[in-house]
């Protein structure tokens, strides 16, 4: 694709902003990248997280009038930098890019409401389990780095109380934490931790390719083991 131009992303990279209509969307290969929106006070609320196969921002392609939350990225990863009126020209020549950026907009919203929904109803030990997971899912690996603060701003919780709520996982073996790393060893065993969102995202919102290497058992496996 000669109007794709490859692009490395940092942690905290802006790839879309609520207050501003993109001229360029970006396509995510790689890394993980939240959906914000800031409040009047300037704190942020985390309402959902995207990785590769996701094409940041959309929802900007229905309308100059259609909103959209700010996108930042959250771990190093690339993605394709695609020039905005040419998706609008291909969103009207081909039904199918239509059909797969609809498909892609009902992903997003059906994430968010799951993890308003989550946020609401369910103990913020079991929604740490499940967000692990599905970021693990969105990465394509068991291993990942990610700041707390970022988890605590998705989860809805204050940025002290991740460790605690990590300390059951490391104890038990199914993960371990060290300097921004997280490391899963036993997904089943992550699962049964997690609450019922998890698998609900994972049918219903994750790109069909990201489900599928998500279902391989070689990705289960990660060569690490806790230490004894």
């Not at 998890?198 to 230490?227: D, I, M, S, W």
Request: aromatic letters at 4%.
């Amino acid at each position: 694709m000669s109007f794709a131009r490859p692009c490395p992303l940092k942690p905290q990279t802006l790839l879309v902003t609520s207050d501003a209509d993109p001229n360029n969307l970006v396509f995510l290969t790689s890394g993980l990248a939240s959906l914000v929106v800031t409040m009047s006070d300037g704190r942020t609320c985390g309402v959902n997280m995207v990785g590769r196969e996701s094409l940041i921002g959309a929802s900007s392609l229905l309308g100059s009038g259609t909103s959209h939350p700010t996108c930042v990225m959250r771990t190093s990863g690339s993605g394709l930098q695609l020039p905005k009126p040419f998706l609008r020209r291909l969103l009207i020549d081909s039904p199918e890019f239509q059909e797969q950026i609809l498909a892609a907009v009902q992903r997003e919203i059906n994430s968010t409401a799951q993890t308003s929904a989550c946020n609401l109803r369910h103990q913020a030990n079991a929604r740490l389990a499940s967000w692990l997971l599905n970021a693990s899912d969105l990465m394509g690996s068991s291993v990942f780095s990610m700041e707390q603060k970022h988890i605590a701003e998705m989860l809805g919780t204050a940025r002290t109380t991740i460790s605690l709520l990590a300390q059951p996982l490391t104890s038990r073996g199914l993960i371990s934490v060290s300097r921004g790393i997280i490391r899963i060893f036993d997904r089943p065993g992550l699962m049964e931790a997690a609450c019922e969102c998890y698998e609900k995202r994972r049918h219903f919102c994750l790109p069909a390719a990201v489900l599928a290497a998500a279902t391989e058992p070689a990705f289960h496996e990660t060569g690490f083991r806790p230490a004894a």
